[in-house]
C-alpha cells in the first residue's frame, strides 16, 4: 500500500508540519516541523498531499445538470458567481465527486492564495499530488458531527454536506452559525419530535481549546444527543493526514491547475500488447462457458447475502435494487482496507448476527478506520450489550469493547463499542 508525505502549509512561513502515512490512514513518522525545504528532504520518493489552511477556502455544494468533463468546470463559476462579492475572475472553483442526491462539493479560493502555495512549494522542490483544504480532512460519520478544535480554529462537519472552518470562534458558535444545533429548547414539542433528528457530537481538541471550551461541551450535552471529547497528543495533522490520504476531500489541482500527465504517451507503445491481451480475454471466455454458468449462480447467492447484510446494517426493509451496489457504496462511506486490516465486511457480519440474536437494538452510526471499527448503538439494557460483545469476540477473529454507556431519558441504553483484529 503506498505511503504518502502529508504537509500542512500554515499562514506563517517556515512553520509547516508533515507526517507519513499510508492509504488506511496508519501513521508511518513522527510529526516533523520546519520549513518547506525540510519537508521535501523527508518526502523522498513520497507523493505528497498539502493541506492548505482551512480559512482559506470556502466550501459550498451545487447541482449542476452537467455530469463532469470541461463543460462542468465552465459552469461552476458561474452558478455560484452571486455568492461572492470578488469577481469569479479573481477565484479558482474546484469540485468534488457529486453526492446521492446529486449536489457535489465546490472549493473556492483566491487564485493568488493557490498561486502562492504553489510557487513556495515549487521553492522548495515539491511537486504536490494533491491541494485539500486542511478541514476537508475532519473524519465524516453519519449522523454526526465531528469537529476539530486546535488553537484558536475550529473545523466540522455534519457527516453529510456541511463542511465548515472559523477562527476565533468557539464551538458553540460555530455549531449554531452551521445551523447544527437545534432552535429554542433541546426538548423538541410532541407533534415535533419525529422532524428533529437526533444529533451527535464527536470533537477532537488539543489540550489549550479542551480546557477553554470544557464549559461549551458540558452545555452543548443539553442540545445534543451525545457529546464524545477526546484530545489530541499530536495534535489535528494525524487525524487530518489519515482522512486526506485515505482519498477525501476536494483536491484544488484541477483546471489550469490540474498536474500535468504523460499517461497517453506512456500508453501508446502498449496498444498492440493490449489489443493481443483482448482477444486472448475474449477466447479465454468462450471457452470457459460452462465455469461461467457457475460464476453466475455463485454471484446470484452473494447478492441474496449482500441483500441481508445491507438490511441489517442499516435497518431499511426494502430490498435495495443493486445489492452489490449499496454493499460497495457502504464501504466506500466507513472505509475498507487490506491485508491485515481487511476486517470491515466480515466483521460487520458478526455484528449482524449478534444483533440478530439480540432484539430491539438499534444502530444510530458507524464508522470505519485504520482496522477499526466504531459503533454506536442503543440497547435495551446493559446485559445486552455484554450479549452482543461477548458474541462478536466467541468468532475469536475479533475483539469487541465497551467504550463507554450513558442511560437515556426513555430507559434505553446509548453505547459505543470498538470491534477490531484480536491479533490487531
Known sequence: MADFLVIAIPAEPDAAEWLIVDGEGNRKSDIGRGTLAEAREAAA????????????????????PIKSGAKLRAAIPYA???????????????????????????????????????????????????????????????????????????MLNDGASIELAFEGVGPTDALALAGLLPEGSAAPEPEDADEVPSRHLVAWCDATAAARYEHEFNALR??????????????????????????????????????????GGLF???????????????????GKG???????????????????????????????GDPIGAAQSLSRQYGTGSGPTQI??????????????????????????AGVIDLRLTAPDVATLDRIQK??????????????TTQGEDGRVNSRIQIRDSGA
Do not use: C
Not at 500488447?273 to 479465454?284: D, N, T
Not at 469476540?393 to 469487541?400: H, K, L, M, N, V
Open 80 to 154: 455560484l458567481e452571486e455568492q461572492f462579492a470578488t469577481d469569479i475572475d479573481e477565484l479558482h472553483f474546484a469540485h468534488g465527486s457529486a453526492a446521492e442526491g446529486g449536489a457535489r462539493p465546490v472549493a473556492v479560493v483566491g487564485t493568488s492564495l493557490l498561486e502562492g502555495w504553489l510557487e513556495a512549494l515549487a521553492g522548495a522542490g515539491i511537486e504536490p499530488q494533491r491541494i485539500v483544504p486542511a478541514y476537508h480532512g475532519v473524519q465524516r460519520m453519519p449522523n454526526t458531527i465531528t469537529l476539530i478544535a486546535e488553537r484558536d480554529s475550529v
Open 344 to 369: 470491515f465486511l466480515p466483521s460487520i457480519l458478526e455484528l449482524a448476527k449478534a444483533i440478530n440474536e439480540n432484539g430491539n437494538t438499534e444502530i444510530e452510526a458507524l464508522s470505519y478506520r
Open 391 to 404: 458474541l462478536v469476540g466467541d468468532s475469536g477473529r475479533y475483539t469487541a469493547s465497551i467504550q463507554g
Open 45 to 64: 520518493d513520497l507523493p505528497v498531499i498539502v493541506l492548505v489552511p482551512a480559512v482559506d477556502v470556502v466550501t459550498t455544494a451545487i447541482d449542476l
Open 290 to 320: 460452462v465455469d461461467f454458468l457457475s460464476l453466475s449462480r455463485q454471484e446470484a447467492a452473494l447478492t441474496e447475502q449482500y441483500t441481508a447484510l445491507y438490511q441489517s446494517l442499516t435497518g431499511d426493509a426494502r430490498v435495495p
Open 268 to 286: 501508446r507503445p502498449w496498444r498492440a500488447a493490449a489489443g493481443l491481451l483482448l482477444a486472448v480475454f475474449v477466447v479465454a471466455l468462450v
Open 222 to 263: 443539553g442540545e445534543l444527543a451525545s457529546v464524545d471529547v477526546s484530545v489530541m497528543a499530536d495534535g489535528a495533522l494525524p487525524r487530518l493526514a489519515a482522512t486526506v490520504a485515505a482519498g477525501a476531500g476536494v483536491d484544488l489541482l484541477q483546471g489550469n491547475y490540474a498536474r500535468k500527465s504523460e499517461f
